[in-house]
């Protein structure tokens, strides 16, 4: 091993050890700091030390048990190749798993990863295209069809045939309930508030905390909190592009753009000020987001930064 | 050799991961990989240049699935915390920085060392405490810790 004399290293671990003990005395911590002077070695050792102890001080302790003491599949090598072919075509196994449950009971979560888009289809045949980052749980029984939405955007056709249609149809988001009344819309879920977008049919919102409801008709879309309703607009035609996985833009700001785009790619993607009032048109492919930037890089006179992996900052060329 | 074999790298390493851009990334790193080291082992000397470059592809392909899980750990904590103390964008690009590179530090020690040294040094619990909590003895605790700090002081001391 290059650099590193091992009894110098073993001292330094013995005295890391014992930094933590909980009988660790002023007397040694004394003691340590002249072992530290000895030399420049020592010193970078112990700067060593202290950096690890900063590092780890900068994480949350909760986030860092759950990422760090993680289960690892590692017995053997093979074996994590393995498991890394299955997860690709792990099926939904809430829809496998209600197979074997009465109509009555029937209950499923979904989920997508960011970048990631899924139909899914639920027990009455109603059928749900989960965008980017989202999440919710089905929960059918006797008296309703109710889709608790979590987080993201979903695309609601639900099911008008057979028995279990005759039964309400309700999304419910931390704002308040969407009744369908036989229909197609989008839900999406922003920071503090809903958005419904209706595309067939029409839809009544109850929020939380209020004891008025609204229909939306077709073509319609409003956005509201716990309380209140914001004033009805006009649908945007393409407004379920992104269930083909693909975004439209007329004349869209480059701000708005990329934060929309950053919706489907891990990490931060930053607009810098001096371009934020560009503007961008075009039909671009969610799937690829990479591309899309290298597009843009292309036809605006702007330059990608990629700093890591995950941060990626786009600025005047 | 690059040439010669580039296409058939990434479709193999396609074949394993379902998935082309990353293939093509791995299948790249994979001969930055070989070019690096070819200062101790020159390129031309190599016999059977596929068996050789699965190894290496092999070996950046598990690093690659380990970082891909850390990910995935990483995303589902972020739901364990309470709504109003999920850090911003940038915080958490960095968070996520700091984690691989601790990751990497604590590299293939055991699972019980690992979590014995996370339980001190993330949660601050004493080694009595933490002996305690794994049902085993202080004195295993303190084996193990000496084995942690010996790990990532030697990679540090290594880099």
Redesign the interface.
């Given at each position: 091993?290059?650099?590193?004399d091992t009894a110098l290293?073993d001292e330094?671990?013995?005295w890391?050890?014992r930094k933590?003990?909980?009988d660790f005395s002023a007397a040694e911590e004394a003691e340590l700091q002249r072992w530290r002077k000895r030399s420049a070695a020592h010193e970078?050792?112990w700067q060593?030390?202290e950096?690890?102890?900063s590092?780890?001080g900068?994480?949350?302790?909760?986030?860092?048990?759950?990422?760090?003491?993680?289960?690892?599949r590692?017995p053997d090598?093979r074996q994590?190749?393995r498991a890394?072919?299955l997860a690709?075509v792990t099926p939904a196994l809430g829809w496998l798993a209600y197979r074997n449950l009465p109509w009555q009971a029937w209950t499923a979560d979904y989920r997508t990863?960011?970048g990631e888009r899924r139909s899914v289809t639920l027990a009455d045949g109603s059928r749900i295209v989960l965008n980017t980052a989202s999440a919710l749980s089905a929960r059918f029984d006797r008296e309703t069809r109710l889709v608790r939405h979590y987080s993201g955007e979903i695309l609601v056709e639900t099911a008008h045939a057979g028995a279990p249609a005759a039964l309400p149809f309700i999304v419910e988001t931390d704002n308040g309930r969407m009744r369908a009344l036989g229909t197609r819309f989008i839900v999406r879920m922003d920071g503090q508030d809903t958005t419904l977008s209706v595309l067939q049919g029409a839809v009544e919102i109850t929020p939380r905390r209020s004891a008025r409801s609204m229909v939306v008709r077709a073509g319609e879309q409003t956005r509201f909190d716990d309380t209140a309703f914001a004033p009805v607009r006009r649908l945007a035609e393409d407004a379920d592009a992104w269930s083909q996985g693909v975004l439209y833009a007329h004349g869209m700001r480059l701000e708005d753009f990329l934060a929309e785009l950053a919706r489907y790619r891990?990490?931060?993607l930053q607009c810098d000020p001096g371009v934020a009032d560009l503007r961008v048109s075009g039909a671009f492919h969610l799937d690829?987001t990479?591309r899309v930037l290298d597009l843009l890089a292309r036809t605006l006179p702007v330059q990608v930064e990629t700093r890591?992996r995950?941060?990626t900052r786009i600025a005047r060329r | 050799m690059y040439n010669e074999h580039s296409q058939w790298l990434v479709a193999w390493l396609q074949r394993?991961?379902?998935n082309r851009?990353d293939a093509a990334d791995l299948a790249q790193d994979t001969f930055t990989r070989i070019w690096e080291g070819a200062r101790t082992q020159a390129i031309q000397d190599i016999r059977q240049p596929r068996a050789y470059l699965t190894i290496v592809a092999?070996r950046l392909?598990?690093n690659y699935?380990?970082r891909q899980?850390?990910?995935?750990?990483?995303?589902?904590?972020?739901h364990?915390?309470p709504e109003d103390s999920v850090p911003s964008?940038?915080t958490?690009?960095?968070?996520?920085?700091?984690?691989q590179?601790?990751?990497a530090?604590?590299g293939e020690l055991p699972?019980k060392v690992?979590?014995a040294f996370?339980?001190?040094?993330?949660?601050?619990l004493?080694?009595?405490d933490i002996a305690g909590q794994m049902g085993i003895s202080v004195r295993t605790v303190?084996r193990y810790?000496?084995q942690g700090?010996?790990q990532?002081?030697?990679v540090?001391?290594?880099a």
């Open positions: 091993m290059p650099g590193v290293l330094a671990v013995h890391l050890t933590y003990a909980s970078r050792v060593c030390a950096q690890l102890r590092q780890m900068t994480v949350p302790a909760s986030i860092g048990m759950a990422v760090l003491a993680r289960t690892r590692r090598r994590v190749l890394a072919g690709l990863a960011t891990p990490g931060v690829d990479d890591t995950f941060w | 394993k991961l379902g851009s092999k392909m598990i699935l380990e899980s850390l990910h995935q750990a990483y995303l589902a904590s972020l364990l915390l964008a940038e958490r690009a960095i968070l996520l920085e700091t984690l590179e601790l990751d530090l604590l699972a690992r979590t996370l339980l001190s040094q993330l949660e601050g004493s080694y009595e303190t810790m000496a700090f010996r990532c002081l030697r540090m001391l290594d």
